[in-house]
Structure formats: C-alpha cells, structure tokens
C-alpha cells in the first residue's frame, strides 16, 4: 500500500476536542499500515480546508476526522472528484456514520474498516448541494451528505450548537427549549421546476440518509444512492403533539402520525413567505440563509466504506429499537 497518498484532516473542536486525539491515533496506525499520510489539520476548519484544496489532486482519500459537519467538510472538497472519503466518527451526533453502520469511539475498527475500502471499489453516494437563491441575500455554497434543516429542527440545531456540554443530551434540551415558541410558520417551495406552492409547516427538512440529531430515524427507508433527496414536512401539530413526536423519531415509529409527509425530490427551492431571512444547518453546520435552494448530485461522493452499509435504512436501525408502530 505505499503507493497510497492519504490526506488526513481532524476537526480540533469535534466531540470538545477528542476528534484531535482520534485523528492523531489513526494516522500512527495508516503509517503502521504502510499508507502515505498527509496531515492536513490545521487551528481552524478553514485553514483545514484550504490545506486540503492544495493537495487534493494528489490524493488516493481524503479521511475525516470528527463529527457531521467535518464529513460535511470532506464532502465538499472531494465531490464529483476521484478522491475517496473516508469518515472516522469522532463528533457529538455522527449521524452520516450512523446511516453507514461505520465504528463508533474506536480508532483501530475504524482504521482497519478504512484499510478494508482502500482495496476494494469505491462505494458512490449522492450529496446534497445547499446555495443561496435569493438576489437580497450573499452568494453561499455548503454541501451535506445527511440532512439540511430548514424549520424547527433549524432553530434547534442553532441551538444545540450553541451549548457547549451535554454532547449526548444538547439536542433533546434544544428541542425542549425551542417548543416554548413553536409555530407553523409560512414557507414557500418550488419543487423539481414545479409552480411554487405554499405550506405551513414546523418542521422541514432534505434528507439523503434519514438520520438527524444524534439518533433520529427521521427518514426510515431513506437512501444515499438512490440519485434523490426525501423533503420531509410536519404540519398542523402544536406543542404537545411534537413533543411526543420527537421521542417516536428516535425510535422510527413516527411515520404514521398525521401531518407527516414525505416526497422525493431532485431539487427544490424554499423560501419563507414573510421575507425573512431564516438560516438553514447542512448536517449540523450553519449553511445558507432562506430563500435557498437544495439539490442533489447523484453519486457526487465516492466513499471508503463496506458496499452492504448501503443497504436499507431500516436494516441499519440501532439495536434494540423495535420498527413496529407503537400506540
């Protein structure tokens, strides 16, 4: 494997800096394994990147290290390029990994699952591109791999980021303290070149894997490979139904509810129909602000991962959770 030229990016801030300790225990061990390694970390996730940009032409893979939004990060730098990603979850929600069945909190299954890929066929999954559409608002370009949120899940996300502890409890407290000023508010959409329609809505969110918030199944037969995004809406559902939906969510059971819908989409528009300008989170980091437009790029990313973790969503389900509708 010497001939393999490996980038290895961490986020220092991921899982409040474990991702930094991770990465450096996975790079000893691709050394280990005869496997170039080109640390490409860096104090921010900007210089980060544009330390990957330089090189990533010369680059078998690309390795993350840390949580959704640096899979994200690698996402966008490889897309629609020969370069591989490998994803080592070491983050607070890891819900790409989870959607993948990838190895959670240990380096050394992780290595030898990205040891594995290197010598197998890359595995290509769509991304989801998130840009600005507006003419009033600045140009701003993101792309996700899991879920870009635009409603009440985007002001929860806001917040969940804004705590600094609870890495397995900060979403559900987000969810708690956002209820307190839960609204359907009046969204605009324009889909697949559609005439635009009008909805008011909670929750919106465009998933590609289903998963979200460290846990919730949101999308139960979503796929990654399937060349379209699922536009997912709640509607008509105050305070007190949704939190008795957000605990269904974890389990998967909250598709029956009524307002719940899900439909396929290639691209859509969305804007809110009051002007504001809402900003949207592209697996977990801040992305563009409303009215924005997501579409997917089919196969975009070549992935280092097991060609049976793109099975159905649902076959992936943690263990334990029962997949039968619950009263």
């Not at 996402?75 to 989870?98: F, H, K, Y």
């Not at 889909?191 to 909670?202: A, C, M």
Request: glycine share 12%; with cysteine; hydrophobic share 45%.
């Amino acid at each position: 494997m010497s001939r393999l030229r490996v980038g290895l990016l961490a986020n220092p801030a991921a899982a409040f800096g474990a991702s930094h300790r991770v990465g450096r225990q996975v790079g000893q061990l691709l050394r280990l394994a005869g496997v170039s390694v080109v640390d490409l970390s860096g104090p921010t996730m900007h210089v980060a990147r544009a330390r990957a940009l330089e090189v990533r032409d010369s680059l078998t893979a690309l390795v993350v290290v840390g949580g959704d939004g640096t899979v994200a990060l690698g996402a966008e730098i490889v897309a629609g390029t020969p370069v591989r990603l490998g994803i080592v979850p070491a983050g607070s929600g890891n819900d790409v990994a989870r959607a993948l069945d990838l190895p959670v909190d240990d380096p050394e299954a992780s290595t030898r699952s990205l040891l594995h890929a290197l010598s197998r066929p890359a595995v290509s999954v769509d991304a989801l591109e998130v840009v600005s559409a507006g003419d009033q608002v600045p140009h701003h370009r993101s792309v996700a791999l899991g879920t870009v949120n635009i409603g009440f899940d985007a002001q929860v996300n806001a917040r969940a980021n804004s705590y600094r502890r609870g890495r397995s409890t900060r979403y559900t407290a987000a969810v708690l303290r956002e209820l307190l000023t839960l609204r359907d508010r009046p969204f605009w959409m324009e889909v697949d070149g559609g005439p635009r329609e009008e909805i008011e809505t909670s929750l919106l969110s465009i998933c590609s894997t289903g998963w979200y918030g460290g846990g919730m199944h949101l999308v139960p037969n979503a796929r990654m490979d399937d060349g379209a995004a699922d536009l997912v809406t709640l509607t008509g559902v105050g305070r007190a139904k949704l939190l008795r939906f957000f605990p269904r969510v974890f389990r998967g059971t909250h598709t029956g509810v009524p307002g719940f819908a899900v439909r396929p989409v290639h691209e859509v528009t969305v804007g809110l129909r009051t002007g504001e300008g809402q900003r949207a989170y592209a697996d977990g980091e801040a992305a563009a602000q409303l009215p924005l437009t997501v579409r997917v790029l089919p196969g975009a990313v070549r992935l280092l991962v097991d060609p049976d973790a793109l099975r159905p969503a649902e076959a992936a389900a943690p263990e334990g959770h029962d997949r039968k509708e619950q009263p």
